[in-house]
């Protein structure tokens, strides 16, 4: 009958989609086209980098005028006081290693910017804490490694720690040795000299120094 073919055809629509006041609505017949993030998303990327960039070249100008101003301000003072207890007189370095990476990532761009491997970069660490251990040798800082920290002297808490490690397993000599070892393996890596040419250095230096003295 018309009215069955009515009913059935009502709900058949309505197994589909939607009808409102006669008007048939589909519910998933229609797909919409979806839409491509990946422009906006590597935009943002891309934003983040540069905002990265440059809060590390705030946060290490910062830092540095920390150091110039001392106690000046409480801020500066308890920052100050902090990098020294670090690093000791290693200190200075510290905002230049928050200022470079910065620079790198506000410029990464740029095609002549010189970049740095990996291996370099690994030497330059190894050079670092080197020459905080052998500031806290020679600054009075096996005998007393907590106290010379405390004053900002020698390589501060950090090259305490090492230098207090290798004398408690090595002795003194034996720790000498070692950090002399370590610094011929970091010049290698961190200037991409070979041992030659680091003996030849040291046989110059030597010669300068020799001539330069009185008779």
Same mark, same amino acid.
């Given at each position: 009958?018309?009215?069955?073919?009515?009913?059935?055809?009502?709900?058949?629509?309505?197994?589909?989609?939607?009808?409102?006041?006669?008007?048939?609505?589909?519910?998933?017949?229609?797909?919409?086209?979806?839409?491509?993030?990946?422009?906006?998303?590597?935009?943002?990327?891309?934003?983040?980098?540069?905002?990265?960039?440059?809060?590390?070249?705030?946060?290490?100008?910062?830092?540095?005028?920390?150091?110039?101003?001392?106690?000046?301000?409480?801020?500066?003072?308890?920052?100050?006081?902090?990098?020294?207890?670090?690093?000791?007189?290693?200190?200075?370095?510290?905002?230049?290693?928050?200022?470079?990476?910065?620079?790198?990532?506000?410029?990464?761009?740029?095609?002549?910017?010189?970049?740095?491997?990996?291996?370099?970069?690994?030497?330059?660490?190894?050079?670092?804490?080197?020459?905080?251990?052998?500031?806290?040798?020679?600054? $009075? #800082?096996?005998?007393?490694?907590? /106290? %010379? =920290?405390?004053? +900002?002297?020698? !390589?501060?808490? &950090? $090259? #305490?720690?090492?230098?207090?490690? /290798? %004398? =408690?397993?090595? +002795?003194?000599? !034996?720790?000498? &040795?070692?950090?002399?070892?370590?610094?011929?393996?970091?010049?290698?890596?961190?200037?991409?000299?070979?041992?030659?040419?680091?003996?030849?250095?040291?046989?110059?230096?030597?010669?300068?120094?020799?001539?330069?003295?009185?008779?």
């Amino acid at each position: 009958t018309p009215l069955k073919s009515t009913k059935s055809s009502m709900r058949s629509n309505r197994s589909q989609g939607t009808t409102f006041r006669g008007v048939y609505t589909p519910s998933g017949g229609v797909r919409k086209p979806k839409s491509s993030h990946s422009a906006g998303d590597s935009i943002s990327a891309e934003k983040k980098m540069d905002l990265i960039g440059v809060f590390l070249l705030l946060l290490g100008l910062i830092t540095a005028m920390s150091l110039f101003a001392g106690s000046e301000t409480t801020v500066t003072a308890w920052v100050s006081a902090l990098l020294r207890w670090f690093t000791g007189w290693g200190v200075w370095v510290i905002p230049f290693t928050i200022m470079i990476p910065g620079v790198y990532l506000i410029l990464r761009k740029v095609e002549r910017l010189p970049r740095l491997p990996l291996e370099q970069v690994a030497g330059l660490v190894l050079l670092y804490l080197n020459l905080l251990t052998f500031f806290h040798y020679f600054g $009075g #800082g096996i005998a007393e490694p907590y /106290l %010379v =920290a405390e004053e +900002g002297r020698g !390589g501060g808490i &950090l $090259g #305490g720690v090492i230098l207090q490690v /290798l %004398v =408690a397993g090595l +002795g003194e000599i !034996g720790a000498f &040795l070692v950090l002399c070892a370590w610094l011929l393996i970091a010049l290698i890596f961190s200037f991409d000299l070979s041992f030659q040419q680091i003996v030849h250095g040291l046989g110059s230096l030597s010669d300068t120094v020799k001539s330069s003295k009185p008779e």
